[in-house]
């Protein structure tokens, strides 16, 4: 059974604009269900813009805020294969809540779609894709994350 805990910072009000930590847990182990990861945990920490950019600078040394930040637990890729009963955590996944709203307006759909889009990404992040490292490995990320929202909707 795979498990989404989440964690709410201080300087961000639940339920932001309608989206609530049940939304973001839910549609986070369908996601996980989706990719047939099993016994998998993730944590989501929900944040506001100014702390992105702080974790974005400090690690990835861009001084801006972003929508999320995943922090995988393991170097080895797609993690929850094998079948016994222990729990796998896979990282951690920063979101902030102010960044998928602004995104949500540009790109003309709703602050769930968003969410979702983004929840997506990041855990494809967490299970080894990186659309980083090469065009090649930018394409086959972005394939896999519209087979999986596809599969949401």
């Known amino acids: 059974m795979n498990l989404c805990q989440i964690e709410i910072m201080d300087n961000i009000t ?3 604009n309608g989206i609530d930590d049940s939304y973001i847990s839910e549609v986070s182990v369908k996601i996980m269900d989706i990719l047939e990861l099993k016994n998998c945990v ?3 920490i929900l944040c506001n813009n100014l702390e992105i950019q ?4 400090n690690y990835r040394f861009k001084d801006y805020p972003t929508d999320v930040i995943s922090f995988a637990y393991r170097e080895e890729s797609f993690p929850g294969e094998d079948d016994s009963d222990s729990s796998e955590m896979l990282g951690d996944i920063f979101l902030s809540l102010e960044k998928a709203l602004e995104q949500s307006k540009e790109l003309a759909h709703d602050l769930q779609t968003e969410i979702t889009r983004l929840m997506v990404h990041s855990i494809l992040h967490l299970i080894g894709y990186d659309h980083e490292t090469g065009s090649d490995d930018e394409q086959i990320m972005f394939k896999k994350e519209d087979e999986v929202i596809e599969k949401l909707i």
């Open 42 to 44: 993730i944590t989501v």
């Open 54 to 57: 702080k974790i974005n600078c």
């Open 14 to 16: 639940i339920p932001f």
